[in-house]
């Protein structure tokens, strides 16, 4: 049996539940995020960075403070970096 490596920017809680999230939808808001993944504001917003560094999604923002509205979306990267990550967990648990 050979064990593939798992991404380590999806191999985390957080940033795994945001990417489910986005691959399910065309694109959800801050608000949306972080009620869906019970994350903090800071947390959330943090997680949300590394992932657009990557690639995997992409930030829309508009307005500032309290009015800003913030918007993901998964890019083609993240939605191929999901599927492997997938493919190679997956692998972990056949025979």
């Not at 920017?9 to 999230?21: G, Y």
């Not at 009015?67 to 972990?92: K, P």
Request: hydrophobic share 40%.
């Amino acid at each position: 049996m050979e064990f593939k490596d798992l991404n380590p920017l999806l191999h985390n809680e957080l940033r795994l539940k945001i990417m489910a999230a986005l691959d399910s939808l065309d694109e959800a808001d801050f608000v949306y995020l972080k009620e869906l993944t019970k994350s903090t504001a800071g947390n959330l917003s943090v997680q949300i960075s590394k992932l657009e560094e990557a690639g995997y999604i992409r930030v829309s923002r508009s307005g500032e403070g309290r009015g800003s509205h913030t918007v993901c979306r998964i890019t083609t990267a993240g939605s191929n970096a999901l599927l492997a990550y997938q493919r190679a967990i997956m692998a972990y648990f056949s025979k």
